[in-house]
């Protein structure tokens, strides 16, 4: 008896070591994945700047989203050729574009810049605090897939409703719930990529960036509005 114990908790930590060490297929994908992402955030506010600096309009939700699933259409169909990485610098500079204008008025509005920055410095602090411990994690996040998916889905409707029917409080309701859906959409992509489960970099680069996008304009609006209300 006290053998066959012995064996089953060797079983058990053997099992645990493999399921947290990355393998070198697995550490390719998380090395791409981050470069690429470092690359078009560095591209995405390239053109965030340049519209704030020539006062370009906002495109209107119509034409933001018919870019967006547009291009991302284009980047899911070539994700497995060197034509993907093209496309998935198409649809972070255009997201980049339609956030300048968004930054642009909240600079505009008293203690505007403390906004931005106190968003942008949020943003990275989720981010690398979330990364790191999903890199580290023991445990399988995968199961938070299907929750996570239908979250998105309630709050990205719930935030049309909130445009078309001008409600501020529900606005911040669902600033607030992107931000927390977002963050758990970075743990599990991450964990996704460590474990062996994202094997393809340039999804996993969306995903993550997406994320990062929405995280940044739901703290951007949340922040906006507790800094002005004063």
């Not at 340039?202 to 949340?222: D, E, G, H, K």
Request: with cysteine; net charge positive; glycine share 10%.
């Amino acid at each position: 008896m006290d053998n066959r114990y012995h064996s089953w908790r060797a079983s058990a930590a053997e099992a645990t070591t493999v399921n947290v060490v990355m393998d070198d297929a697995a550490r390719n994908v998380l090395r791409n994945t981050y470069m690429l992402l470092s690359l078009c955030l560095g591209f995405s506010a390239l053109t965030a700047g340049a519209a704030i600096a020539l006062q370009l309009p906002h495109p209107g939700l119509i034409l933001t989203l018919i870019g967006y699933f547009g291009l991302l259409f284009m980047v899911n169909r070539n994700r497995t050729r060197g034509a993907g990485v093209a496309w998935t610098f198409a649809l972070t500079g255009f997201m980049g574009y339609t956030l300048g204008p968004i930054v642009g008025y909240f600079l505009r509005l008293p203690n505007g810049g403390m906004t931005v920055m106190m968003a942008l410095g949020a943003t990275a602090a989720i981010f690398l605090t979330l990364s790191a411990y999903a890199l580290v994690a023991k445990r399988d996040l995968s199961f938070l897939g299907g929750f996570l998916s239908a979250g998105v889905m309630v709050a990205f409707l719930a935030s049309l409703a909130a445009i078309f029917l001008q409600i501020p409080a529900m606005s911040l309701g669902v600033s607030a719930l992107f931000v927390l859906l977002m963050s758990g959409m970075i743990l599990f992509e991450t964990n996704q990529i460590v474990r062996g489960g994202e094997t393809n970099y340039i999804m996993a680069t969306v995903s993550l960036f997406v994320s990062l996008f929405n995280l940044f304009t739901s703290l951007l609006q949340i922040l906006g509005f507790v800094n002005n209300s004063d």
